[in-house]
């Protein structure tokens, strides 16, 4: 498992984004998709029809993209599919494993936010009202409830995941002011480390 400061062994063009909940996954997936000229693949606006329905195609849709050439995308849905498509396709994972505190405080003050100003997300479907968000206890339905559920589920299952894809290039940053160090590095092509020389024979 690579550091921030890691020089890559390849360029990669099939990324995947780690993370909990609120931990800035598909922001730094666009991020990272306009700093290398690649297309960028919202899960959840694939899984999400209106009425925050399912998409019956959601599978299908992320085949699809699986299959090209390049791409960026979150690593999100492990349990409805996504494990088997995207992570034996994907070349490097930015696994963005922040301090409990940040990531809690980064997800109130996007769902507050949300939901106070009833923005639109995905195909018409809109964060609960805080009201909602308040008498909701099931997780699934509850974002809040869903970070505290899965908070340390990553660190858990990061190794089985290591073990499982060991193709995999993977990337921990710890904190997010490493994230735009890193970020500029790759984009410049400085975090791609040198073909290694042959030693000569004696």
């Known amino acids: 498992m690579l550091t921030a400061r890691d020089p890559l062994p390849s360029s990669p063009r099939r990324i995947l984004v780690a993370g909990v909940s609120g931990s800035g996954k598909t922001t730094l997936a666009r991020r990272i998709a306009h700093a290398l000229d690649l297309p960028n693949h919202e899960l959840d606006a694939l899984h999400h029809g209106p009425g925050w329905t399912p998409r019956a195609s959601f599978l299908d849709d992320v ?6 050439d ?3 995308s979150e690593w999100q849905y492990t349990a409805k599919g996504v494990n088997e498509i995207l ?3 994907a070349q490097l994972v930015v696994w963005l494993d922040y301090p409990d505190r940040i990531v809690r405080a980064r997800l109130w003050r996007r ?3 949300r939901s106070i100003l009833r923005r639109e997300l995905w195909n018409g479907n809109r964060e609960p009202t805080l009201w909602k968000l ?5 997780p699934e339905e509850n974002v809040l409830r869903w970070q505290t559920r899965t908070l340390h589920r990553w660190r858990e299952r990061m190794p089985a995941h290591q073990a499982e894809f060991p193709h995999l290039t ?4 710890r904190h997010p002011r490493e994230v735009g160090a890193w970020l500029q590095a790759v984009s410049s092509g400085a975090s791609t480390a040198p073909p290694k020389r ?3 024979d004696r």
Request: proline fraction near 7%.
């Open 111 to 113: 769902t507050l936010g």
């Open 170 to 173: 993977i990337v921990r940053l």
């Open 70 to 72: 390049g791409w960026v």
């Open 63 to 68: 085949r699809a993209f699986a299959a090209t």
């Open 134 to 138: 308040a008498i909701t206890t099931d």
């Open 198 to 200: 042959r030693s000569r």
């Open 87 to 89: 992570p034996p396709r």
